[in-house]
Nanobody, 127 residues
C-alpha cells in the first residue's frame, strides 16, 4: 500500500522561510519523479515544482523561481521543498505527488501524470 505524507506546513510571516517534507512508502521511490502542487482557496490547483527520479533536473512554476528549491533523498524516500522569501500569495495547501514516470514531462504542472497524492499541508503567509 502506497502512502504519501507531507509535513512542515505552518504560519509564517512574509519574507520568512519554510521547508516542506514529503515521505513516500510502499513503492520504489527512486524510480519516480516527484512534484509539489498547491491550491489556494477559490483557485485551481497549481504545479509548483517537479524533480526527476535521479534529481538531475528540476523545474518550477514562474512565480516561485529563485525563491523555492526542491530536492530529494532517495535513501530516505523523501522529497523536500525549501521555500524562501515567502509572500502572502504563497498561502495554500501544498500537496506532494508521485509521478508515474521518472522524468518531468512537459505537462507535469497539470498534475495529470500524478500516480499518488499526499493529503496536503497548510502553508499560511501573513503580511
Amino acid at each position: 500500500q502506497v502512502q504519501v505524507v507531507e509535513s512542515g506546513g505552518d504560519l509564517v510571516q512574509a519574507g520568512g522561510s519554510l521547508r516542506l517534507s514529503c515521505s513516500a512508502s510502499g513503492l520504489k521511490f527512486g524510480s519516480y519523479a516527484m512534484g509539489w502542487f498547491r491550491q489556494a482557496p477559490g483557485k485551481e490547483r497549481e504545479g509548483v515544482s517537479c524533480i526527476t527520479a535521479s534529481a538531475v533536473w528540476d523545474e518550477y512554476t514562474n512565480s516561485v523561481k529563485g525563491r523555492f528549491t526542491t530536492s530529494r533523498d532517495n535513501a530516505k524516500s523523501t522529497v523536500y521543498l525549501q521555500m524562501n522569501s515567502l509572500k502572502p500569495e504563497d498561502t495554500a495547501v501544498y500537496y506532494c505527488g508521485v509521478l508515474s514516470v521518472n522524468n518531468c514531462p512537459g505537462d507535469w504542472s497539470t498534475g495529470y501524470d500524478i500516480k499518488y497524492w499526499g493529503q496536503g499541508t497548510q502553508v499560511t503567509v501573513s503580511s
